[in-house]
Every structure is written in C-alpha cells, then in structure tokens.
C-alpha cells in the first residue's frame, strides 16, 4: 500500500501531532469505557499475590549475589571448622593429663617395674619414666622430681625450673644430678627421641597435677600404695636406701652414693658444662652448668640457665627464705645463678636476704660459691 | 511539585517487590489499554479475555523486566500481538461503534443549560465518529488508536507496530484525513 502525503495533509498532520486538536477533543468524548471493576480487582489481587505481602523486598543486587554468600560463607565456616579441630588435636595432650600418664606408664610396664594400683598411677608414671629412660640408674627416693627435672630440659621452661627450684626430699639429691646430667645429655641428642617424648608427656602430667608450691615443698606426695611403696623399694637406689637410713646432706649422699653408669653423653655433658661426678651437690652442678652455658653456645645449657633464672624471679621473697633455711648451699647457688644471668639486682637482694639469715656466713665461704664480682659490689 | 514517577521506575519497583507500584502503573494505563483492545476486538467479551491476559503476562515476567523499551510500548506491544493471534484463530469483526457506545451514552447527562436538540446533535457526531473510527483500515486505526489511547509519538507508533517511521507516519496521515473528512460531512 503506497502512503504518501502532500503539504495540506501534512500540516493537518502536524497541527494533530501538536496535540489537543479539535478530533482528538471528539475522539475523547465518543467513549469513556473502562474494564469492569471485577476484572480490575482480578488483575490487581494476581499482581499483589505475586509479591506476598509482609516479605522482604530485596534489591536486584542482594538477589543476584544471594547464593554466592551464602556458599562463600558456609565454605569459610568448613574451613574455621576444620582448622579448629586441627588445633584441637595439636592442643589435647595438654588438655588431657589422663592421656598422658597412659603415655608415661606404659614404659614402665614395658621396663619390667611392676604394676600399681589406679590410685597411685601418678607416682607410678615417674617410676616407670626414669626406669625406661634410663634403666641402669637407681630409682630415685622421690621421683617425680627427678622426673620432672629431666623432662622439663626439652620441655617448657616454666616447668623445668618449678621442678628444678623444688628443695628434694632429704636423700634425693644424688638422683636430681644424675636425672639433671641425664636430662642435658639427652637435650644434646643421644637419648632416643620416644623416650624424651615419653618424659615430656609424664613432665606435662606431673606439672597439671603439682602446682608450684607443693613442688617447692618438702611434701611431694608419695605414693599410699602399698604395691607402690614395695616397688619403690626394689627400685631404690644404694643412695636412696642410704637416705632412707638417715644420712641428710647433698655432700655425704654424693661422696656415699655409687657414681652413676658414665656413658658417652655423661662424658659430653661433663666436657661441655665441667660438671663431674666429683661435683659436691646438685647446687655446684647448677651453677657450674650455669656458668657454662655462659661460657658456651650450648643451647640447651642456655635454656636450662635461664629458666633457672626466670623461676628464681618468680620466687617470692618468703619462699627464698624457705629455701635459703632449708638448704643454704642451694640458695647461695640460686644466687650466683642470678648473678651470672644478669639479674644483678635480684642477686643482690637475695644475698642481702641471705646475709640476714645467715649473718655467721663467712665471707670465705660466700667467695667459694658466689662470684667474686658480686661480693666486691655487694 | 515533584513530576510523576515514570512507567519504567514503576515496573521497576514491581518487579523488585514492591506491590504499590503496580497499582499506580495499573490504574495509568487501564482505560487506555482497555479502550484500545476494545475497538481493536471484535467483542467485548473477548477484549476483557485478552485485556487480563496482557496485565497477567506483565505480572509473570516482572522478575525478569529489564528498562530496553519504554513501557508503554511493550505493552501494547503485547495487546497487539494477542489482539493479532485472536484474529488469526477467528475472524471476528472489529466491535461497532454502538457497542463501544454503550458506556458513552451511560455518562453523565450534559448540563440542563444545554438545549436538547443540541445535545442530542452532539450524541450523534460522537456516534458518527465512533463509526468512522471503526471503519478506518486496520493499519489506520491501529495507528490513530496507539496516538489517542496510548499517547505515542509517531516514532513510538512505529516501534510498536515494526514498521519504520514513515509508514507509521503515514497510516496515521491517512487516519486523520479520512476521520476529519467524515465528521466534516457530518457537521455539514
């Protein structure tokens, strides 16, 4: 169909285009029909039902981005799970002091010792743990401490010195210097890794269990059993059962006590630190092992100093008192440790402490232990 | 005075939930749309069929409307092509002009000034060109009816009908002239 226009239709056009023309005023006014108000109700009803009222009108954006939230939030909630539970697993034989002594007896029932009974399984783990580790020394009288001090070489350093500050039970200082020896041997590497784990366990056991004050008291709980006790017994060493006879004193129990089996890394440990079995007291060997880690680069010397060093911080001024009464050596020992460290001014006030105490203390005596810089300073 | 929210925002809003929108869009283009069908219908009946299926077609497709057109002209893009597959299943006579009449003639009488001869004089030119209307050419009336009821330009007119400017231009040229020419005779 050709349409075409000419000029009077297209200015008819335009003036009709312009809007309100005269036609279109007509057009209007032949017909006012709408839709009938059912039907207007209808459509309105299915408009409204397509967007239930009370729901949450969200954006095209929140929409679009609606299920890639949530996947991208459940995954990292996978993923912190995950992570947790891995840590979890890392922390537990922290958290789980049962798990552990499982861990520590089980070497002790290994090394031929014999069982005890469940009440006195702790006392039985530090048994078993210095017989496994290192079967040809003698069991100590008290040996949780013996055990602890071993342990706590590779182990915390918190720990090693709450075991190395506790004051031992009278005639169990023979075994604390051959467990410390021990200790630092095996820190060096010659004791086997699963033994070292095995102390560490029995360490983490022991140090859950004994808070810091028992351990510096005399009263380390022994073990009630009667199975217990007997093993205890048997597993005594000469020095032990000389303790049990009445001698008191580190000195007299070292000189009357057997020098432990030597084996290469006694010898080790005695080249790097100069601790001998000659040595007179756990003290001497405390602060020569001290002074040679200064000396040295040993790092597992370094760590047992200083952790000696942290506890003795931590010491109150009450319980240094309880120590320097006890065992006046130790406590001069302590010092020179403190002193060696750097902590000069804590040394300082611990020998001032200990002069108080002891105020007969010869200066002669003080110079065979402490450093003579100390007591020209002090 | 804020100027009136645009068709497009409108749907918009519907389609992002908001129900009220709707109702605004609707009550626009209701009498418009359904006057369009009317006469573009052979029936009432079946402009009322094909009137609610167009608005239920915008309901359904609201969650994916997007702004490509202006909205009055996708819709009565729709009502056109329903109105066409309507024809093509049946040949129904577009309505006359005495039924579209009917709701005409239901409005409110003239004023009492007004002389009954004369009213009566207007009556039948509104019926005269009622009738024109419904005897233009489909194409012709489609065109006057899309400028009337829907308000299109002659641009808008074309993009509806998928034909170029010029022969929309034209269709409604022609719609014009031969609708001017009847109710001139009328007059006379």
């Known amino acids: 169909?050709?349409?075409?226009?000419?000029?009077?239709?297209?200015?008819?056009?335009?003036?009709?285009?312009?809007?309100?023309?005269?036609?279109?005023?007509?057009?209007?006014?032949?017909?006012?029909?709408?839709?009938?108000?059912?039907?207007?109700?209808?459509?309105?009803?299915?408009?409204?039902?397509?967007?239930?009222?009370?729901?949450?009108?969200?954006?095209?954006?929140?929409?679009?981005?609606?299920?890639?939230?949530?996947?991208?939030?459940?995954?990292?909630?996978?993923?912190?799970?995950?992570?947790?539970?891995?840590?979890?697993?890392?922390?537990?034989?922290?958290?789980?002091?049962?798990?552990?002594?499982?861990?520590?007896?089980?070497?002790?029932?290994?090394?031929?010792?014999?069982?005890?009974?469940?009440?006195?399984?702790?006392?039985?783990?530090?048994?078993?743990?210095?017989?496994?580790?290192?079967?040809?020394?003698?069991?100590?009288?008290?040996?949780?401490?013996?055990?602890?001090?071993?342990?706590?070489?590779?182990?915390?350093?918190?720990?090693?010195?709450?075991?190395?500050?506790?004051?031992?039970?009278?005639?169990?200082?023979?075994?604390?210097?051959?467990?410390?020896?021990?200790?630092?041997?095996?820190?060096?590497?010659?004791?086997?890794?699963?033994?070292?784990?095995?102390?560490?366990?029995?360490?983490?056991?022991?140090?859950?269990?004994?808070?810091?004050?028992?351990?510096?008291?005399?009263?380390?709980?022994?073990?009630?059993?009667?199975?217990?006790?007997?093993?205890?017994?048997?597993?005594?060493?000469?020095?032990?059962?000389?303790?049990?006879?009445?001698?008191?004193?580190?000195?007299?129990?070292?000189?009357?006590?057997?020098?432990?089996?030597?084996?290469?890394?006694?010898?080790?440990?005695?080249?790097?630190?100069?601790?001998?079995?000659e040595s007179e007291s756990i003290d001497e060997v405390i602060v020569t092992g001290t002074r040679a880690a200064g000396r040295q680069q040993d790092p597992n010397a370094r760590r047992l100093a200083n952790s000696t060093v942290r506890l003795d911080r931590q010491l109150t001024q009450a319980q240094f008192e309880t120590l320097a009464k006890d065992n006046p050596q130790r406590a001069l020992a302590r010092i020179a440790a403190l002193w060696d460290a750097g902590e000069r001014w804590a040394a300082a006030d611990r020998l001032e402490t200990f002069r108080r105490l002891y105020p007969e203390y010869s200066e002669r005596r003080l110079k065979a232990v402490l450093p003579a810089a100390m007591l020209e300073e002090n | 005075m804020d100027a009136p929210e645009s068709d497009e925002r409108l749907m918009t809003r519907y389609r992002d939930g908001d129900d009220s929108a709707f109702d605004t869009l609707y009550e626009r283009h209701r009498g418009g749309l359904y006057r369009f069908m009317l006469r573009q219908c052979g029936s009432r009946a079946v402009a009322e069929e094909l009137y609610q299926d167009v608005w239920l077609s915008v309901i359904r497709v609201r969650a994916s409307y997007t702004v490509s057109a202006k909205f009055t002209t996708w819709l009565y893009q729709m009502a056109r092509n329903r109105i066409i597959d309507n024809h093509r299943r049946a040949s129904i006579r577009p309505v006359s002009g005495a039924e579209v009449g009917s709701d005409a003639q239901s409005e409110p009488s003239a004023p009492d000034g007004e002389q009954p001869d004369r009213q009566a004089q207007s009556a039948q030119g509104l019926e005269t060109l009622a009738r024109l209307v419904d005897a233009l050419p489909d194409e012709q009336r489609e065109a006057f009816l899309l400028r009337e009821e829907a308000g299109m330009s002659v641009q808008e007119i074309a993009e509806c009908t998928g034909v170029n400017n010029q022969t929309a231009k034209s269709r409604l040229r022609y719609a014009v002239k031969k609708l001017r020419a009847g109710w001139s005779e009328h007059h006379e």
């Not at chain 1, 709408?34 to 095209?60: E, F, T």
């Not at chain 1, 922290?94 to 010792?113: W, Y």
């Open chain 1, 1 to 277: 169909m050709s349409e075409s226009g000419n000029g009077p239709e297209e200015v008819e056009l335009d003036e009709y285009l312009e809007g309100d023309s005269e036609l279109s005023r007509a057009y209007r006014q032949t017909t006012n029909a709408a839709p009938p108000s059912a039907l207007d109700a209808s459509i309105l009803a299915a408009a409204h039902a397509q967007v239930p009222s009370g729901a949450p009108k969200k954006s095209r954006l929140l929409t679009l981005w609606e299920k890639p939230i949530s996947i991208a939030a459940v995954m990292m909630l996978c993923a912190a799970l995950v992570v947790s539970m891995q840590s979890a697993d890392e922390v537990a034989p922290f958290g789980q002091p049962d798990a552990a002594r499982r861990e520590a007896t089980s070497p002790a029932k290994a090394s031929g010792v014999n069982a005890v009974a469940p009440d006195s399984e702790l006392a039985d783990s530090r048994v078993g743990q210095v017989s496994g580790a290192a079967p040809t020394q003698t069991a100590p009288a008290n040996p949780s401490l013996s055990t602890a001090i071993g342990v706590a070489q590779t182990e915390g350093a918190e720990q090693q010195a709450a075991a190395i500050a506790s004051p031992p039970s009278v005639g169990a200082q023979p075994d604390v210097t051959a467990a410390l020896r021990e200790s630092m041997a095996d820190a060096s590497g010659d004791a086997p890794a699963e033994a070292q784990r095995q102390r560490s366990a029995a360490s983490r056991s022991l140090m859950t269990t004994l808070p810091l004050e028992e351990l510096l008291s005399n009263n380390a709980p022994e073990p009630e059993d009667k199975t217990a006790t007997e093993t205890d017994e048997l597993a005594r060493s000469p020095a032990a059962r000389a303790d049990s006879e009445g001698l008191t004193g580190m000195s007299e129990v070292a000189e009357r006590a057997p020098a432990p089996q030597q084996d290469a890394a006694t010898e080790r440990f005695a080249e790097q630190t100069g601790v001998t079995d």
